[in-house]
């Protein structure tokens, strides 16, 4: 029988090792993953109640946190700290674990009421349909998702382009069970053949996904089109650049581009800047004079360029209809929408310039957007980032923007920073037609700290689940382009200033993820579901009736 405390050391220790199992450490290349939740699944076992369950599942949970997600609060920033993401760091290191232990809770129900060897074996599919359903809402956050501690294990991961990311999550539960159930078989009649079954399924679960996935390496996708990307790193403090003036910040942009296409000698034929390379709503008519600046410098260097910048929509009270997510902005009757947003702006053949603009729709809670402001205004008068950018709108849309091109066209998604994290959201877009994917992004908040080398890290995924290449442009790194299998081509280090260019091949296969979306995690998420409420009904139900025992009068005996 294991003792209290040590029940507690056990769910420390899981979230130690699954913490550590992330990158940027990934130790073993993230196979520590496949015996982190062993710990916590031995604290769990025997008479365990439901509240006791719930403390050890966050204990661990809130462990992991404080090991993979220490940098959120900002504190390794470049030159300041805010505040508010210190706020935001601390909110999401309390009660984002409060989400986490859900698995956890639907896996005590099921042993408690069903037995263990059917909770064990729930275990998986709670996790691949908690993680789905995590992924959307205001609250969503699939930063510690279990698929991403596997980033450094390609061989491994190139199952998912046919199942999605949610089966390689339970796959790494799967594998923390079958080891708990041998481990748990030591003794008793039937211990040794039910090992040997336990430890060949193990075996199975670990090697198939390997042959698979060497086999997948060696493949290489078919391309009748490529394009040289130039993807541009500045390196500009993140605090600082929004409180540079207008002109100061297009010529920043302007040199960085001007070095990188000199260094390779003006061989290029798409220019990408990162997020919010331009800080300004540049596209409203009181910036027309910066924007003709811009349409100058295209036209002068004869090439496009695919930019991070904030958007705009005005509404005028009376003269037109005021959507509902439009804020006042201090001038009667004045409403407007603003997005964190990406463009692409060209010069056709005719010496015309194009614009097409993307507006990001996955927005990182607190700091883009005040979840469930909509409901509660008064929200976004308390919480508001000291640089302005904590009430974005959100975007729409899964159509990629497209370049054309002498035979085809480049069909690009920008996936704006936090977006990359989410992989049922990415394969819309290439759904949609998209041949290339790009991530521009700003993780200079977070200064030397874990969190630019795992959102890096995240995106190899995307490239897998999709087959697409993915070029990456961070304000200060780590910029990067990855091939379709996820492997790291060229990639410029944290905190300097550059570019690199490199051929990418417009691919136009379809994956069986991609085609058919989230089978694998949608049905999980059902059953997990449908357990839940079980779950809820049941314990209902038992406390009216221990209420309603309360309630009976005592009859005197005679």
């Given at each position: 029988m294991i003792s209290r405390r040590n029940k507690y050391l056990l769910a420390i220790l899981s979230g130690l090792l699954l913490g550590l199992a992330f990158p940027?450490?990934?130790?073993?290349?993230?196979?520590?993953?496949?015996v982190a939740l062993v710990p916590l699944l031995f604290a769990l076992e025997g008479g365990v109640?439901?509240?006791?369950?719930?403390?050890?599942?966050?204990?661990?949970?809130?462990?992991?946190?404080?090991?993979?997600?220490?940098?959120?609060?900002?504190?390794?920033?470049?030159?300041?700290?805010?505040?508010?993401?210190?706020?935001?760091?601390?909110?999401?290191?309390?009660?984002?674990?409060?989400?986490?232990?859900?698995?956890?809770?639907?896996?005590?129900?099921?042993?408690?009421?069903?037995?263990?060897?059917?909770?064990?074996?729930?275990?998986?599919?709670?996790?691949?349909?908690?993680?789905?359903a995590h992924s959307f809402g205001d609250l969503s956050y699939p930063w510690l998702s279990l698929y991403n501690t596997q980033t450094y294990n390609l061989a491994f991961d190139q199952f998912i382009e046919l199942t999605g990311p949610f089966a390689l999550s339970a796959l790494i539960v799967l594998v923390n069970v079958e080891i708990i159930q041998i481990i748990g078989r030591m003794s008793g009649e039937d211990a040794r053949p039910t090992r040997?079954?336990?430890?060949?399924?193990?075996?199975?679960?670990?090697?198939?996904?390997?042959?698979?996935?060497?086999?997948?390496?060696?493949?290489?996708?078919?391309?009748?089109?490529?394009?040289?990307?130039?993807?541009?790193?500045?390196?500009?403090?993140?605090?600082?650049?929004w409180y540079t003036d207008e002109q100061r910040t297009l010529d920043t942009n302007f040199d960085a581009t001007l070095l990188a296409?000199?260094?390779n000698h003006d061989s290029t034929d798409l220019i990408l800047w990162p997020e919010t390379a331009i800080t300004f709503y540049i596209t409203s008519p009181a910036k027309s004079y910066e924007l003709g600046e811009l349409y100058q410098f295209i036209a002068s260097i004869h090439h496009p360029i695919l930019t991070g910048f904030p958007?705009?929509?005005?509404?005028?009270?009376?003269?037109?209809?005021?959507?509902?997510?439009?804020?006042?902005?201090?001038?009667?009757?004045?409403?407007?929408?603003?997005?964190?947003?990406?463009?692409?702006?060209?010069e056709d053949s005719n010496g015309r310039m194009h614009r097409q603009a993307?507006?990001?729709?996955?927005?990182?809670?607190?700091?883009?957007?005040?979840?469930?402001?909509?409901?509660?205004?008064?929200?976004?008068?308390?919480?508001?980032?000291?640089?302005?950018?904590?009430s974005w709108n959100y975007g729409e849309g899964y159509e990629p923007l497209a370049l054309p091109l002498v035979h085809d066209s480049l069909r690009i998604s920008p996936m704006i920073c936090y977006e990359s994290v989410y992989p049922s959201f990415v394969r819309n877009f290439v759904d949609n037609g998209a041949n290339m994917l790009a991530v521009i992004t700003n993780d200079g908040w977070y200064g030397r700290s874990s969190g630019p080398y795992q959102h890096e890290q995240f995106a190899v995924l995307r490239a897998i689940e999709c087959r697409r290449w993915i070029v990456r442009s961070a304000n200060t790194g780590i910029s990067t382009v990855i091939d379709d299998r996820g492997r790291f081509v060229k990639s410029l280090p944290l905190f300097t200033s550059g570019a690199i260019t490199e051929r990418v091949p417009?691919?136009?296969?379809?994956?069986?993820?991609?085609?058919?979306?989230?089978?694998?995690?949608?049905?999980?998420?059902?059953?997990?579901?449908?357990?839940?409420?079980?779950?809820?009904?049941?314990?209902?139900?038992?406390?009216?009736?221990?209420?309603?025992?309360?309630?009976?009068?005592?009859?005197?005996a005679c």
């Open positions: 940027p450490t990934g130790l073993a290349g993230g196979l520590l993953a496949f109640r439901l509240r006791e369950a719930f403390k050890l599942g966050w204990v661990a949970m809130f462990v992991l946190g404080l090991v993979s997600n220490y940098w959120v609060g900002g504190w390794k920033s470049m030159s300041e700290v805010d505040p508010f993401l210190m706020v935001g760091g601390v909110l999401l290191a309390v009660v984002h674990p409060f989400f986490l232990v859900i698995p956890w809770l639907l896996y005590d129900g099921v042993r408690r009421r069903f037995g263990r060897t059917e909770a064990l074996y729930s275990l998986p599919i709670f996790y691949a349909g908690f993680e789905y040997i079954r336990h430890s060949i399924v193990l075996v199975l679960l670990i090697i198939v996904p390997y042959l698979y996935g060497m086999h997948s390496m060696n493949e290489h996708e078919v391309s009748h089109n490529s394009m040289r990307v130039t993807v541009v790193q500045p390196n500009i403090d993140p605090w600082a650049k296409l000199k260094a958007d705009r929509q005005d509404y005028i009270a009376g003269q037109d209809s005021i959507p509902s997510d439009a804020s006042p902005i201090g001038v009667s009757g004045i409403y407007i929408r603003s997005w964190n947003a990406a463009m692409i702006v060209y993307y507006h990001k729709q996955k927005l990182v809670p607190l700091g883009e957007h005040i979840p469930f402001v909509q409901y509660f205004p008064i929200l976004g008068k308390w919480f508001q980032w000291g640089v302005g950018i904590g417009l691919l136009e296969r379809k994956t069986l993820y991609v085609i058919y979306g989230d089978f694998i995690a949608l049905p999980a998420a059902i059953y997990s579901g449908i357990v839940l409420l079980f779950g809820i009904v049941v314990r209902v139900r038992s406390r009216l009736r221990k209420k309603n025992l309360k309630t009976i009068p005592e009859v005197e």
